[in-house]
């Protein structure tokens, strides 16, 4: 008996649901202010996601450039260039 009390208690301060005798969710309750808190959030990580996915797209073409053979031709052209004036 103080064991299942100690695991509800212990699942109520970490958030989890708990489930009644029919199973249905006794606690957190749903209500609208939540419902629209998890809309707004979830809107926020999508955002957040498609602003990731495009600062990706930006590394790799940064990368792509530095890593270009043929930048590096013009730095070794360029290095000549300096050393023979």
Do not use: C
């Not at 890593?67 to 360029?78: K, N, P, S, V």
């Amino acid at each position: 008996m103080i064991g299942w009390m100690f695991t509800t208690w212990l699942r109520i301060k970490n958030g989890y649901p708990l489930d009644g005798a029919w199973g249905q969710a006794v606690y957190p309750q749903k209500n609208e202010e939540l419902v629209e808190r998890i809309k707004l959030i979830s809107q926020e990580n999508a955002q957040l996601r498609a602003e990731l996915g495009s600062v990706k797209d930006r590394l790799a073409n940064v990368e792509r450039i530095v890593t270009d053979g043929a930048h590096a031709l013009d730095r070794e052209i360029e290095s000549l260039r300096l050393t023979k004036n």
